[in-house]
């Protein structure tokens, strides 16, 4: 156990560092494996270790165009975005608003303490307990669909944001919001105009939370859209698994297209997705 | 004025809500163009070019009704989810197995004894399908409609190059599997991984061992497993000794591939697995045999079942269109176009051609000497090929006691709802048989 | 004072109402429908009779069962200590003076934002196919044959692939937690001799238990409910061996015509999750209250 880097005086720990950028490899090698498989052709997969590392002979497409046909991708791809991003805009205008009704209440309230206590301990249920007569009511309700798939979120997703809301909500002064009442503000306006926007560093924090959690979900698209022709990334996947066969490039092929949309976005917003997972399980 | 802001909270998360009941409540109606819809599911994805072909040829021949034919993969917990929605189509092909016996049991299907294509139906398969109900019932619910065979399929060539000859006793199986290791080659590429893949052989060998409705004399507690089933279960171990090593770590398709490339002589699996064999390596020369687990061969018969049947769903308002649909399908042409892309065996009676690879199985199919899959009968959640698995893989020494007891004690509970169903029905009927 | 809320209240009520109805049709409605399934035969579909307790019953009677909790909970403890010792070792290694910090910090989060299902897919491979070969020419055994194949490795390569995902949420919370100790205690430490392990133990661990302790909770949670890695890795197999609770209640229950009795499964493992996670906060609670 090394920590002796956290003296101010210390100089650039070389060892820990080149220790780190070789532990590096245990991430890119299933990524490197997966970048060469996909470019490969049939013809090219060896037995041999060499053969397996090299790059493929040619740098050709054509697996990504077959694997696009394959698994509908573009579909696919479509309604996962827009299954997420309207996850993601629900959880952060209803979860915020409940965060706050039931958060500056709750203090002097027995009944929204227990209401509460009532979502937040829904964070305590198994979705494999809820599958199953999720699949009857959404059915019967005629949400067997991406609208479907989106309301459970929000339900899904209520627990952790309310707990997120409302405990971000303690440290915002309830003086901000009388000042704004004395003018003459009703409660919703000062909300919107005052405590929404003083809450952005949370809604952050839900937003990527929220969205790491949806994108990748596969259970609940499995059981609401199974057998509706409509799929997500991660549900065509597992849909069109068989239809590979033996052709594992086409499969890596598909499977390096379903990570790339999460991988540029990751870069892109590094730096908020690693603060606003910290913020979340901090808080 | 404030009263308004109030309202307007309510009034906007309650339009989210009925926004999501409105957008669903579109998407629900189709485009309606005046014509019948027929929404069909099949399982049998290795034929999902077939019945796109069939499904075109369908709509531009008829004017009235528009036939959607589905061939998802993974189809049975397809439709049982769309089951459990209540959500059904108007005609589903399944095998004649457990699956069917369910959605029969569930009150599901609708009774089609007035259909009268059933007429041109070989009667050996209405009669698997007789036995598949768990409890005794008046009419029909399935038109048979092609059937499959299974035993061991072969590499011609390598036959023919080294003279091999078909083994008709278990023993002269065996010898054959030790000359074709004296001769450098594998005999068996088992897929393992992949469970239902376990079930081949056994289903194979069962036939020839046991009684057809072994599973039915259990249920009526006139016999049990461990006595019927010890052979069976040493003898599907015995071909493990001439597989490739850990045969556990290979799917099916894996399998396939390597039979394919000519790295196993023989694969024990069903004329389903022929095409994808094909699709791997085109020009490879099979044929196939009885699997002779018996040392009498007069007693070996061809595992042969109902491979895809077409029920027509209680639900469905439309049951004269179902009709014509599946009068269509019946049609020679089209039976013969099915036959010959899937290598399969006609339920149908007349005169079709079979493909080559079911020569050796020919007269056996001709004379009626088969018997369908043992695992028709099996309920899929006491997942028996999951347990074969098990039992293959477990090397100690009285690994076969305790597979045996365990399948009977499991039996009992999986099917205590059909024994006690079964039970009451003959109190009921007491001179049934 | 209380009555000038008189607006605010009712706003209140009024954003409440509609969530607290939400939430109660897409939580509690299907959990309360699941327990009442659980006292029926119900295949999903068709006809259904109540049949008591012998859901429950026979629950306790089945192997089956009985070895996916044990598989779970093998899983879940032995992923937990894993993802939390080695993520702890990299917080450190992340948290100490080294060049390119925030890029191999970047780096190493990679993993959590990938699918469970397609990293399953893509280490399904290299166990079958490139592992064996690496075995074969290295003379190494237990490699030398899929890791997947065998009873008695095929969960390890489970856990490898769960821990890999999640060692990445870990290290970050751990680094954060790092980033709150003080440098004056380090340097007071100093004084004292606290070098290496001893100064781990008794000045970092210390000040980071609340991280510790969320770490522990999040991943027995995720852990516990672990589904994607299976389905991708190893459907269960082989010989039923990697079973997980959540695995066998969508596979029976959705396809297998056990509705009813993977309902009362359900109903099981939600009573024990609620039990673990009370228990869980019970135990670290007082400490999180210092944060």
């Known amino acids: 156990m090394n920590t002796k880097g956290n003296k101010q005086t210390a100089r650039t720990n070389w060892p820990i560092t080149i220790l780190l950028i070789i532990g590096c490899l245990t991430i890119f090698f299933p990524l490197y494996m997966t970048i060469i498989i996909?470019?490969?052709?049939?013809?090219?997969?060896?037995?041999?270790?060499?053969?397996?590392?090299?790059?493929?002979?040619?740098?050709s497409f054509?697996?990504?165009?077959?694997?696009?046909?394959?698994?509908?991708?573009?579909?696919?791809?479509?309604?996962?975005?827009?299954?997420?991003?309207?996850?993601?805009?629900?959880?952060?205008?209803?979860?915020?608003?409940?965060?706050?009704?039931?958060?500056?209440?709750?203090?002097?309230?027995?009944?929204?303490?227990?209401?509460?206590?009532?979502?937040?301990?829904?964070?305590?249920?198994?979705?494999?307990?809820?599958?199953?007569?999720?699949?009857?009511?959404?059915?019967?309700?005629?949400?067997?669909?991406?609208?479907?798939?989106?309301?459970?979120?929000?339900?899904?997703?209520?627990?952790?944001n309310l707990l997120l809301y409302s405990g971000y909500l303690k440290n915002i002064p309830l003086a901000l919001e009388e000042a704004a009442r004395?003018?003459?503000?009703?409660?919703?306006?000062?909300?919107?105009?005052?405590?929404?926007?003083?809450?952005?560093?949370?809604?952050?924090?839900?937003?990527?939370?929220?969205?790491?959690?949806?994108?990748?979900?596969?259970?609940?698209?499995?059981?609401?859209?199974?057998?509706?022709?409509?799929?997500?990334?991660?549900?065509?996947?597992?849909?069109?698994?068989?239809?590979?066969?033996?052709?594992?490039?086409?499969?890596?092929?598909?499977?390096?297209?379903?990570?790339?949309?999460?991988?540029?976005?990751?870069?892109?917003?590094?730096?908020?997705?690693?603060?606003?997972?910290?913020?979340?399980a901090v808080k | 004025m404030r009263r308004k802001k109030i309202a307007a909270v309510s009034v906007t998360l309650a339009g989210i809500m009925a926004a999501a009941g409105v957008m669903s409540g579109c998407s629900l109606s189709g485009g309606d163009n005046g014509k019948i819809r027929i929404e069909m599911i099949q399982y049998k994805q290795e034929a999902v070019g077939v019945f796109e072909e069939l499904e075109k040829k369908f709509n531009e021949t008829h004017d009235d009704?528009?036939?959607?034919?589905?061939?998802?993969?993974?189809?049975?917990?397809?439709?049982?989810?769309?089951?459990?929605?209540?959500?059904?189509?108007?005609?589903?092909?399944?095998?004649?197995?457990?699956?069917?016996?369910?959605?029969?049991?569930?009150?599901?299907?609708?009774?089609?004894?007035?259909?009268?294509?059933?007429?041109?139906?070989?009667q050996a398969y209405l009669d698997m399908d007789k036995e598949l109900e768990l409890v005794p019932q008046e009419g029909v619910?399935?038109?048979?409609?092609?059937?499959?065979?299974?035993?061991?399929?072969?590499?011609?060539?390598?036959?023919?190059?080294?003279?091999?000859?078909?083994?008709?006793?278990?023993?002269?199986?065996?010898?054959?599997?030790?000359?074709?290791?004296?001769?450098?080659?594998?005999?068996?590429?088992?897929?393992?991984?992949?469970?239902?893949?376990?079930?081949?052989?056994?289903?194979?060998?069962?036939?020839?061992?046991?009684?057809?409705?072994?599973?039915?004399?259990?249920?009526?507690?006139?016999?049990?497993?461990?006595?019927?089933?010890?052979?069976?279960?040493?003898?599907?171990?015995?071909?493990?000794?001439?597989?490739?090593?850990?045969?556990?770590?290979?799917?099916?398709?894996?399998?396939c591939t390597a039979f394919a490339r000519g790295e196993a002589v023989m694969y024990p699996i069903g004329s389903y697995a022929v095409p994808q064999i094909q699709s791997v390596n085109p020009d490879i020369n099979i044929d196939s045999f009885v699997m002779p687990a018996s040392?009498?061969?007069?007693?070996?018969?061809?595992?042969?079942?109902?491979?895809?049947?077409?029920?027509?769903?209680?639900?469905?308002?439309?049951?004269?269109?179902?009709?014509?649909?599946?009068?269509?399908?019946?049609?020679?042409?089209?039976?013969?176009?099915?036959?010959?892309?899937?290598?399969?065996?006609?339920?149908?009676?007349?005169?079709?051609?079979?493909?080559?690879?079911?020569?050796?199985?020919?007269?056996?199919?001709?004379?009626?000497?088969?018997?369908?899959?043992?695992?028709?009968?099996?309920?899929?959640?006491?997942?028996?090929?999951?347990?074969?698995?098990?039992?293959?893989?477990?090397?100690?020494?009285?690994?076969?006691?305790?597979?045996?007891?365990?399948?009977?004690?499991?039996?009992v509970r999986y099917n205590r709802d059909t024994i006690r169903n079964l039970e009451e029905y003959m109190e009921e009927h007491p001179d049934a048989e | 004072m209380k009555k000038k809320m008189g607006n605010r209240e009712k706003t209140f009520l009024c954003i409440t109402i509609p969530i607290l109805i939400l939430f109660f049709m897409f939580n509690t409605l299907p959990l309360i429908r699941g327990v009442i399934y659980s006292f029926t035969n119900y295949k999903g579909?068709?006809?259904?009779?109540?049949?008591?307790?012998?859901?429950?019953?026979?629950?306790?009677?089945?192997?089956?069962?009985?070895?996916?909790?044990?598989?779970?909970?093998?899983?879940?403890?032995?992923?937990?200590?894993?993802?939390?010792?080695?993520?702890?070792?990299?917080?450190?290694?992340?948290?100490?003076?080294?060049?390119?910090?925030?890029?191999?910090?970047?780096?190493?989060?990679?993993?959590?934002?990938?699918?469970?299902?397609?990293?399953g897919y893509i280490f399904s491979f290299i166990f079958t196919y490139i592992l064996p070969t690496v075995g074969q020419k290295l003379g190494i055994g237990f490699l030398s044959s899929s890791m997947l194949s065998s009873e008695s490795s095929a969960w390890l390569a489970i856990v490898f692939v769960a821990c890999w995902q999640s060692v990445a949420m870990n290290t970050i919370i751990y680094i954060s937690g790092l980033q709150t100790v003080p440098e004056d205690v380090y340097e007071a430490g100093s004084i004292d001799g606290a070098t290496g392990w001893s100064k781990f133990k008794n000045l970092t661990f210390p000040l980071i238990i609340p991280f510790f302790s969320i770490n522990m909770v999040l991943c027995m949670k995720n852990f516990l409910m672990v589904f994607d890695q299976i389905m991708a890795l190893t459907k269960g197999g082989p010989a039923q061996s990697t079973e997980s609770i959540s695995y066998l209640i969508y596979n029976n229950g959705m396809s297998g015509g056990q509705f009813g009795f993977q309902s009362a499964n359900a109903v099981i493992f939600f009573i024990v999750i609620v039990v673990i996670s009370v228990a869980q906060m019970k135990f670290t609670g007082s400490k999180e209250e210092q944060l």
């Open chain 1, 38 to 59: 996909a470019f490969k052709q049939p013809s090219e997969m060896t037995n041999d270790i060499a053969g397996a590392l090299a790059f493929p002979s040619s740098w």
């Open chain 1, 62 to 160: 054509s697996n990504f165009a077959q694997a696009m046909e394959v698994t509908d991708f573009w579909n696919s791809l479509a309604n996962s975005v827009l299954i997420t991003v309207i996850a993601i805009v629900l959880a952060v205008i209803i979860h915020s608003l409940a965060g706050y009704a039931i958060g500056r209440s709750m203090a002097h309230s027995k009944v929204y303490s227990f209401i509460y206590l009532y979502i937040v301990s829904g964070m305590f249920v198994p979705f494999a307990i809820l599958m199953m007569p999720v699949v009857k009511l959404t059915a019967q309700m005629g949400l067997a669909n991406r609208v479907g798939v989106i309301l459970l979120y929000t339900v899904f997703y209520m627990p952790m």
């Open chain 1, 182 to 280: 004395v003018d003459g503000a009703t409660t919703w306006k000062t909300y919107w105009s005052i405590i929404f926007p003083v809450m952005k560093p949370m809604h952050a924090t839900v937003a990527v939370l929220t969205a790491l959690g949806t994108w990748n979900d596969v259970m609940t698209p499995l059981v609401i859209l199974s057998g509706t022709d409509v799929n997500t990334l991660p549900l065509a996947q597992l849909n069109f698994q068989t239809q590979f066969g033996t052709n594992y490039n086409l499969a890596f092929a598909s499977y390096l297209l379903a990570l790339i949309p999460i991988l540029i976005f990751y870069l892109v917003c590094q730096k908020q997705i690693l603060n606003g997972v910290v913020n979340g």
């Open chain 2, 65 to 122: 009704i528009e036939l959607v034919i589905d061939s998802p993969n993974d189809a049975t917990t397809i439709m049982k989810t769309r089951f459990i929605r209540e959500d059904y189509p108007d005609i589903i092909g399944i095998g004649g197995d457990m699956n069917y016996s369910n959605f029969l049991d569930a009150g599901l299907l609708m009774d089609i004894s007035d259909y009268e294509g059933l007429d041109s139906i070989k």
């Open chain 2, 141 to 255: 619910y399935a038109v048979p409609y092609a059937a499959n065979a299974a035993g061991v399929l072969y590499n011609k060539d390598i036959f023919d190059e080294y003279g091999w000859e078909i083994p008709t006793t278990w023993d002269e199986f065996l010898a054959l599997c030790e000359d074709i290791q004296a001769e450098g080659l594998q005999p068996f590429f088992f897929g393992f991984r992949d469970t239902w893949t376990c079930l081949a052989p056994w289903n194979a060998i069962a036939v020839d061992l046991v009684d057809s409705d072994i599973c039915s004399q259990v249920n009526r507690g006139e016999a049990n497993f461990t006595d019927n089933y010890r052979e069976v279960a040493e003898k599907t171990r015995a071909l493990l000794d001439y597989a490739q090593d850990d045969p556990f770590a290979y799917s099916y398709n894996d399998a």
């Open chain 2, 295 to 411: 040392e009498d061969a007069s007693v070996n018969k061809l595992n042969s079942g109902n491979d895809l049947q077409f029920s027509v769903l209680a639900e469905s308002e439309h049951k004269e269109a179902a009709y014509e649909v599946l009068d269509f399908l019946l049609e020679d042409e089209n039976v013969q176009f099915y036959l010959d892309d899937q290598n399969a065996v006609p339920c149908k009676e007349g005169d079709f051609e079979l493909a080559p690879m079911l020569d050796g199985m020919k007269t056996y199919i001709e004379d009626g000497y088969l018997a369908d899959y043992q695992d028709h009968h099996y309920p899929s959640e006491m997942a028996v090929d999951a347990m074969i698995q098990t039992y293959l893989l477990d090397d100690s020494e009285n690994a076969t006691d305790t597979f045996l007891e365990r399948f009977d004690t499991e039996w």
């Open chain 3, 45 to 119: 579909y068709g006809t259904y009779d109540f049949v008591g307790f012998r859901n429950y019953v026979d629950l306790f009677q089945d192997s089956r069962v009985g070895k996916s909790y044990l598989f779970t909970f093998k899983f879940a403890i032995v992923s937990t200590i894993v993802t939390n010792v080695v993520s702890l070792i990299l917080a450190l290694g992340l948290n100490s003076k080294i060049k390119g910090k925030s890029a191999l910090r970047g780096i190493y989060f990679i993993p959590n934002v990938l699918g469970g299902l397609v990293v």
